[in-house]
């Protein structure tokens, strides 16, 4: 009963809805009361205990050699680790600095060919014609048989490492784009001829809003593939970085810190996709707004 | 005088138009002796026969005929989305399509209101409403969205003009549409069924402000539909198209004086008109049935 009388004192004054932090704090407090938060806890919980019981416990065969997670996360935290890479050790947080550097560039010029070329290949019947067979002759051949010619044509360790994350990234950046533009529904590509657009109008109003959907789909996609490459053509031809961290360690039979690279890998391309997610999500409020009230 | 006049049946039936609003002097629609074939499989396919139709300036003309009859063909041509095979559309004297120009140009003098709405969802309200007079140049940025919001206020929808089409309610959308035609001050409007999927209380309050907008602007309507009432209720004249391929069968000289409310969905005048339309419409309509053709586009 008192709820009830709260909630009429409430609608005289009606107050605008939660932005920012609000929004932040409201979702929070309401999202401890669904079973989600419960539910992630107790399923990484479950994953541990099963890891930690195969390796370090019961040390079941073919398992042993494996570094458990507690062997892991003491060696990660220790300030002076015994396999020699640690949070507070200057090495391992180099091979991420690299390794992130490497897919801020590599995704960056991805995006930055891809995301006009699809558009344009979308757009214009003629520039497809001319370019998308090449494109789909091009896009199937696995990352890793470029890696012969990307070392050919490029010297160093940097530039065919690059070369390979960007050009992984870049097939799904365009493909995911030009699929975007097929996308639109005609009617607005009527409706804005029928307004009085001239073509560059239907492009920057029509085309790109219309295809970002697809875009930041593929973004995400293309980011995680842009990690895949990055990590094989680190593996293959590095000199710093997760993947040469990784390759390293088994080398030279320090497997915990293999272990914590690729746990480090995990954790850094979930929060690149995060971070995609968002910047899409910043664009199109748009969308947001209208799935938010379909209750998405 | 369009050769169909004499092919429909009945009498008095012209396809004279009736006297025009006072201030109409513009938005005259010529159709003559149109005809569409489309050959989508290497099959020709009529979808109008040597339509003739003359609407007047400032006429509401509402087009009516069983499903895939050819209805939005004769639309896309007036617009400019379609070629036509043979004939001509003229718009106040001036060839919009013909022999020799078979698609006609777009332009914001001929605005189209579409079935499933187009307003840009990545815009709002205001900046749909706001973007032809921006995008022709013929106002600046600012005063064009002055000029929208003014409008927008203007059709009841000051409180959504910030929001998004996909969070307001389809009748609201619709509304913000025919705004963001008439900002163009067009001289034609083009409705291809704009209530189709609406219910029948929303679509009589969309009605009254499509009446009252009318009554304001004067501005000519080519409006398709499948309602009788609503096209006897809106129109000063109604024509009814006949199955693929599309001719006129029949037109309905609508004589209900403007202004118009909802009052004249009673009375008998109006009923008379409706069941005269109707007659026509069913005939066709089983004829459309019988032949099971899938629609054209």
């Known amino acids: 009963m008192s709820e009830r009388v709260a909630d009429t004192s409430g609608m005289d004054t009606v107050q605008p809805p939660p932005t920012g932090l609000r929004l932040a704090w409201y979702r929070a407090r309401r999202s401890v009361k669904t079973p989600t938060p419960y539910l992630m806890v107790f399923g990484v919980a479950l994953w541990l205990v099963t890891y930690s019981l195969l390796t370090e416990i019961l040390k079941v065969p073919r398992f042993e050699k494996i570094p458990g997670p507690i062997e892991v996360i003491t060696e990660w935290l220790s300030p002076d680790p015994a396999w020699g890479m640690s949070l507070f050790t200057e090495a391992y947080l180099i091979n991420i600095y690299v390794s992130c550097r490497r897919i801020l560039i590599a995704f960056g010029i991805a995006t930055g060919i891809g995301v006009p070329l699809g558009l344009f290949m979308g757009w214009s019947k003629r520039f497809r014609d001319y370019s998308f067979p090449i494109l789909e002759t091009l896009r199937p051949i696995p990352i890793l048989a470029w890696v012969p010619l990307a070392i050919i044509m490029f010297s160093g360790f940097e530039t065919p490492i690059l070369f390979l994350a960007t050009l992984a990234s870049l097939f799904v950046t365009t493909l995911n784009t030009l699929l975007g533009v097929d996308s639109i529904d005609e009617s607005y590509f009527r409706a804005a001829g029928c307004l009085g657009s001239k073509p560059r109008h239907v492009f920057w109003h029509v085309v790109l809003p219309g295809a970002m959907p697809f875009i930041f789909t593929g973004l995400q996609i293309s980011v995680g593939v842009a990690w895949f490459s990055l990590v094989a053509a680190e593996m293959i031809s590095g000199d710093y970085g997760l993947g040469y961290m990784i390759m390293d360690s088994y080398m030279i039979n320090t497997y915990v810190s293999m272990v914590m690279a690729m746990i480090t890998l995990g954790f850094v391309g979930w929060a690149t996709s995060a971070m995609v997610r968002a910047v899409g999500n910043r664009m199109m409020q748009w969308r947001i707004r209208a799935l938010a009230l379909e209750g998405r | ?297």
């Open chain 2, 1 to 297: 005088m369009p050769e169909s006049a004499t092919e429909t049946p009945g009498a008095g039936i012209t396809a004279q138009a009736p006297a025009p609003a006072a201030k109409a002097t513009r938005g005259a629609i010529s159709i003559r002796n149109v005809t569409k074939i489309y050959d989508p499989e290497g099959v020709n396919v009529m979808a109008v026969d040597d339509c003739s139709l003359e609407i007047a300036a400032g006429e509401v003309c509402m087009i009516v005929g069983p499903s895939g009859c050819g209805k939005t063909t004769l639309l896309n041509a007036i617009a400019g989305f379609h070629s036509i095979t043979f004939g001509e559309i003229y718009l106040d004297g001036q060839l919009l399509c013909g022999p020799e120009k078979p698609l006609a140009d777009q332009g914001a003098d001929r605005v189209v209101v579409f079935q499933n709405g187009a307003l840009f969802p990545w815009k709002t309200l205001l900046q749909n409403v706001a973007y032809g007079p921006i995008v022709q140049e013929t106002m600046g940025k600012a005063e064009a969205l002055e000029k929208a919001a003014d409008m927008l206020a203007e059709a009841g929808l000051a409180d959504m003009a910030k929001k998004f089409p996909g969070e307001v309610s389809s009748g609201m959308a619709r509304r913000a549409e025919i705004v963001r035609a008439l900002i163009n001050d067009p001289k034609v409007l083009l409705l291809d069924e704009p209530y189709r999927a609406m219910d029948a209380l929303t679509k009589s309050i969309m009605h009254e402000a499509l009446l009252e907008m009318y009554d304001r602007t004067k501005v000519t309507m080519f409006f398709i539909t499948h309602d009788l009432e609503e096209a006897i209720f809106l129109g000063d004249r109604v024509v009814v198209l006949t199955t693929r391929p599309a001719k006129t069968k029949k037109i309905v000289d609508v004589k209900i004086p403007r202004p118009r409310d909802y009052r004249l969905l009673g009375s008998e005048e109006f009923r008379l008109l409706v069941s005269e339309a109707k007659g026509a419409v069913h005939e066709e309509a089983i004829k459309a049935f019988e032949a099971g053709e899938r629609e054209l586009a």
